[in-house]
């Protein structure tokens, strides 16, 4: 919402605050300020085009001589978005500036041609100004006139207000609000009394509210005899300001009530509203309103030139024969004003926030009225808005008021609900030590009604604008906004410390990413969700997998079942920068549905890409192995296809190591190997031994014995070591120390050394030796291997 | 100061050109090094400048005085005898170093802060029912706060939560008061991605139930994590603001960490000296109701910040699209 300071100022006298520290308070206290716009800053002048050329080696480009003020003359070159001829004036950015939109301007080579500036279209200028999307102005202007100076802005605050307060969708409530934190006085709007003569009386409008649930409040007017023209200078200056393109005074008009007071207004021609056919077939002169709800498959073609199939049960303004606008949102083509409109029926009305909400949803429609309806509107404002407003058409276009003043009340009266307030809670809230005096000043500022006091509590009644107030907290923030936020001085908390959560996978996820990360693995992050073509890379199946009701696009569209794909996406982004090894993981929550269940998992999975297999393999188990050793975890690796193995724990798998083909791994310069593992986390963790207890460090010494075995055939060696251990429970370990292969083909030479060692006693040689000549026939005898 | 400049580099290629020529290190350090040498010249003069201006003519001339040493260390070296030699110097021939990215690093260092404080980590899932995400957050169906944040539906009842707010109900429904729990996690709001949306991004979610915890509590909790995070300078403020599920409700902004010369541009805090950085409140009665907690004798403050956010102020990191591209380079910048 745009607050123009020199609007603001018609209610509330503001101007010895300097605009930065205005900016300040209102951002603590009121609601966020985006942005303070302020046209000096930018170097926007009338400009005049005396040449235009085109450039022949562009299509689309013109360069042009245009002179801005001081005789000075830039060449600027433009595109032919907007129709531009000799003569015309427009606004011309010189360089170097800035625009209202942040866009910087300075010198530059455009096709071989230097462009000293730029012509400004509306929508670079921050404003709504013309049909055209480019401003003109007419031979009276001075040329190098500030443009933004020359439409009438001053200092403009551009606000974001926050959904609950509605009351501040308006200069005269954004002025009320401010009056009460500075304590100045607020400029009341005095709703203006009008004329009726009962001559101009026409009788010839009727309105009927058929649906009283949907409508709070429905009051209208009609005038004749109007001159529609153009609106004049000051309002359309305030309009441009707030951001509103001037249309007609008429609809001026409408627009300038609700953005003073931010009650929606709107105006019919009331000669397209249908006749009610008389008895005998003949036209009664009688034109009839009528608010109803839409029944199946009806449309509107509306101001914005868009037709729209409206949601059965949305709100309408109808005749008997068509739909004249969509309450609260838009109205009709047909039934709008225009120039030669002489009679309008003006209507102020106050809709329900529900039903304008879901007909706005559904049909992606967002409106000023919109906006304003969906965040409720103070009741008590519908009548004084729309004299306000017809007081100002007559002003503007003459005219005659010609019809009562129709106002439809709901009688579903709020009961008005007063509120308790205990001044112990709010110190106890607070943090704070309130008296009563200032947190009564605090609410009569606010226009609280105080009906009942005692030392410590107040019975209250918020202001009727004031629809977000409803409890004793709604209160409590109020008057500590009021009081300032930042004049409550911090503590920190007494009070015991909750016992009740002794949650440690934070941590234990945060270790085994330190784990990779310290064996050279780098961890990424990707989204969780991929396209359906990677549902085939995951090689979980289409029905397991969750689909988004409402994706971004298709390639997002499906909740990640694996993190494999993610995974290959950052290997591809790195995968011809790094050319020695590569060594990728993510942890993250996969999706899996099934039977119309969706179970949420955490998952590491990583990928590791190297030139040689052995490598490739030893780099992945290396990390498998630390994390498992973190939880002094027993797992076994179980293979099952000649890429793919399972890692069990407990007879549970709760991972996979797999050999990825070469063509999941795309456009590898170096053709390496890529090895995936993944393992669930979540069961990981579920299946942590209690607390470990100490073991007695064995008092005798241990014996190590090197074997080196050749294998020349396929033999699992995680297998065969799993059987060594089996053989003597005096095999403490078998550790692999080497593997050695000539060539990709050749057999493989592998090292294990064999530690032996027993608890009661030392060993002697021959034990020693017995044993691992047990070891060796083994080998030799169960497996048929060669010993070196 | 140009010339001031200009003079290092000058000196910078005597040194080169002296170390052509054979001069021995302790010549060198005589000419350049000693009380008397060209380097000490130099800083003379310092004290006729600004303090920025010192500190850029102070970098240089600290740069080559370093660049000046290890030179004269070279030299040195050389003339260590050849019996019993051992080189120490040889590189590792480890090719790249893993890393930790970044966004569990900030994850990790906003929990380390918070748990000195007494918070215990909570965590709830990434596929949420409306419930928990919206409606026990007093967010009704057609509450307009619901059109900012713009969700991604899985059916009429479950969503990829949009908020960590989602797990305060989960907790306060399991655990009785005192409860101070943090919880880290990943949210998903519909957003394409530019240089300040991707459609995931990260929060931690913060939330204190106790009979006596107050607003002014919040204030000082959050100052102290924000000093914590940014440095012991730094100032915060709060700003009303609207959440549906506290009030009061409000804003926290710290203290631009970067801009502290005021005539220049930042472009971190676009000159207005203060970051915003989370969302905070006392707990709304109704959210408490919902978890069956008494609003007369209990209490709550809860606040909600941004994980990717506050790292990108801190180093300077111009997209947030970096966080989810996994370019090696970006990544192995942090540990």
Redesign the interface.
């Known amino acids: 919402m745009k607050i123009p300071l020199e609007w603001l100022g018609q209610f509330v006298n503001v101007k010895e605050i300097p605009i930065k520290k205005l900016a300040e308070d209102i951002s603590l206290a009121i609601c966020e300020v985006e942005e303070i716009i302020n046209p000096t800053v930018f170097d926007i002048r009338i400009g005049e085009i005396k040449s235009i050329k085109k450039i022949a080696s562009s299509k689309k480009l013109n360069i042009a001589k245009v002179e801005v003020g001081n005789k000075q003359l830039l060449n600027i070159i433009f595109g032919d978005w907007f129709p531009i001829k000799k003569g015309d004036r427009v606004p011309v950015a010189v360089a170097p500036t800035i625009l209202p939109t942040g866009m910087k301007i300075k010198k530059k080579e455009l096709a071989g041609f230097l462009s000293e500036g730029m012509l400004v279209a509306d929508s670079e200028l921050g404003l709504n100004v013309s049909k055209e999307g480019i401003i003109r102005f007419t031979k009276s202007t001075k040329l190098g006139t500030n443009v933004l100076q020359f439409l009438g802005l001053a200092e403009i605050l551009d606000l974001k207000i926050t959904p609950n307060r509605g009351d501040l969708l308006s200069i005269y409530g954004f002025a009320r609000d401010l009056s009460a934190f500075y304590g100045h006085k607020l400029n009341r709007f005095i709703t203006p009394s009008l004329n009726f003569d009962h001559k101009h009386l026409t009788h010839n409008l009727s309105i009927k509210v058929d649906i009283e649930s949907a409508v709070k409040r429905y009051s209208a007017l009609k005038i004749s005899g109007i001159k529609n023209t153009i609106s004049p200078d000051w309002m359309q200056k305030r309009l441009i300001s707030a951001g509103m393109r001037p249309i007609n005074s008429v609809v001026d008009c409408t627009n300038y009530v609700m953005l003073e007071l931010g009650q929606p207004l709107h105006a019919f021609d009331f000669e397209k509203i249908s006749e009610i056919d008389s008895d005998r077939g003949q036209t009664s002169g009688i034109r009839e309103i009528i608010i109803r709800r839409t029944k199946n498959d009806e449309t509107i073609t509306a101001l914005d030139e868009n037709k729209y199939n409206l949601p059965t049960g949305s709100i309408v303004i109808a005749d008997y024969k068509k739909i004249l606008a969509l309450a609260g949102l838009i109205g009709s083509k047909d039934s709008g004003v225009t120039e030669n409109t002489t009679q309008i029926v003006l209507e102020s009305a106050i809709f329900n926030p529900i039903n304008i909400s879901q007909t706005s949803k559904a049909l992606g429609l967002v409106t000023d009225a919109s906006q304003r309806f969906e965040r409720e509107i103070d009741s008590e404002i519908t009548v004084s808005a729309l004299k306000r407003v017809a007081g100002l058409i007559i002003e503007i276009c003459g005219g005659k008021i010609s019809s009562e003043i129709f106002d439809h009340k709901i009688s579903h009266k709020k009961i008005i609900e007063k509120i308790i307030f205990s001044l112990d809670r709010l110190n106890k809230v607070s943090g704070t030590n309130f008296s009563i005096n200032v947190v009564e000043k605090i609410l009569h500022r606010l226009e609280f009604q105080i009906i009942k006091k005692t030392k410590k509590t107040l019975e209250i009644i918020p202001p009727s604008w004031r629809y977000d107030i409803n409890l004793e907290e709604d209160v409590f923030e109020e008057i500590i906004r009021i009081y300032g936020y930042n004049h409550v001085s911090p503590t920190l908390p007494s009070g015991e410390l909750s016992l009740s959560i002794n949650n440690n996978n934070f941590s234990l996820e945060n270790k085994i990413a330190q784990i990779c990360s310290n064996l050279g693995w780098n961890e990424t992050q990707t989204f969780s969700f991929y396209s359906p073509s990677e549902i085939k890379i995951s090689k979980i199946s289409a029905e397991n997998h969750v689909k988004l009701q409402n994706p971004l696009g298709p390639e997002t569209s499906i909740l990640r079942a694996s993190l494999l794909p993610g995974l290959l996406k950052s290997l591809h982004k790195n995968i011809n920068s790094t050319l020695s090894d590569l060594s990728l993981f993510e942890i993250g929550h996969i999706f899996i549905k099934t039977n119309e269940k969706i179970s949420e998992q955490l998952y590491i999975s990583g990928v590791n890409l190297t030139a040689n297999l052995n490598d490739c393999v030893l780099h992945v188990r290396l990390v498998i192995d630390q994390i498992f050793n973190l939880f002094n975890s027993h797992f076994i690796i179980n293979q099952k296809l000649s890429t793919q193995a399972e890692i069990l724990q407990k007879s549970k798998v709760i991972g996979t190591i797999s050999i990825l083909d070469s063509s999941l791994v795309l456009s590898d310069r170096q053709k390496r190997n890529a090895i995936y593992f993944e393992i669930n986390l979540d069961e990981l963790f579920n299946n942590q031994l209690a607390t470990n207890l100490f073991q007695e460090i064995p008092p005798y010494p241990s014996v190590n014995r090197d074997v080196t075995i050749i294998i020349d055939k396929k033999i699992y060696l995680g297998d065969l070591i799993d059987d060594l251990q089996k053989i003597d429970d005096k095999i403490r370990k078998v550790e692999l120390q080497d593997i050695y292969q000539k060539d990709k083909n050749d057999p493989k030479a592998v090292t294990l050394r064999i530690i032996y060692q027993d608890k009661d006693k030392t060993l002697t040689d021959e034990e020693v030796m017995t044993m691992h000549e047990t070891v060796i026939n083994n080998f030799k005898n169960e497996h048929h291997l060669k010993i070196k | 100061m140009k010339q001031l400049l200009d003079q290092i580099k000058q000196i910078k290629q005597k040194v080169k050109d002296d170390l052509k020529s054979k001069l021995s290190a302790d010549e060198i350090k005589n000419k350049y090094l000693s009380r008397k040498g060209k380097l000490n010249n130099i800083l003379k003069n310092l004290k006729n400048f600004s303090a920025d201006e010192k500190k850029i003519i102070g970098q240089e001339a600290n740069n080559l005085k370093q660049f000046i040493q290890q030179e004269i260390r070279k030299l040195e070296n050389k003339n260590l005898s050849n019996v019993n030699f051992h080189d120490l110097t040889i590189p590792s021939t ?8 970044p ?2 690093s900030m994850q ?1 260092e906003l ?1 380390n802060i918070f748990s000195k ?2 918070f ?4 709830g ?3 949420e029912t409306d419930w928990y995400n919206f409606e026990a957050l007093n967010i009704g169906k ?4 619901r ?2 944040q713009d969700s ?4 009429e009842t ?1 969503l ?1 939560r949009t908020q960590t707010s989602s797990v305060q109900l989960r ?1 306060l429904e399991n ?7 943090i919880a ?1 996690g ?1 949210i ?1 709001r ?1 957003d ?1 991605v530019d240089a300040t949306h ?3 991004f990260h929060q931690i979610e913060g939330i ?1 139930v ?8 919040l ?3 959050l ?2 994590a924000a000093r914590q995070i940014f440095s012991s300078q730094t100032q915060t ?6 959440f ?1 599920f506290v ?5 926290m902004d710290v203290s631009c960490p970067f801009c502290v010369n005021i005539n220049t541009h930042c472009s971190v805090c676009k000159n207005s000296k203060w970051i915003e950085i989370l969302g905070c409140g ?1 707990v ?2 109704k959210v408490l109701k919902n978890a069956h907690i008494d609003p007369k004798k209990y ?1 709550g403050i809860a606040f909600g910040m941004g994980i990717e956010r506050p790292f990108m102020i801190k180093h300077q990191i111009p997209s947030i699209k970096l ?7 970006f ?2 910048q942090f ?1």
């Open positions: 480890e090719t790249f170093f893993g890393s930790i990215h966004i569990r990790t929990v404080i007494g215990d980590i909570a965590s899932p990434e596929v057609n509450h307009p706060a059109a900012d991604f539906y899985i059916d479950h990829l907790v655990i009785k008061p005192p409860i101070r729990i880290p990943r998903f519909r394409s991707t459609p995931t204190i106790d009979e006596n915890i107050t607003f002014a509590d204030k000082g909790i100052t102290y403020r709060f700003r009303i603001s609207y549906p009030e009061p409700g409000a804003e006392v709304h009665p209490q966080f989810y591209e996994n370019d090696l380079i990544l192995s540990k």
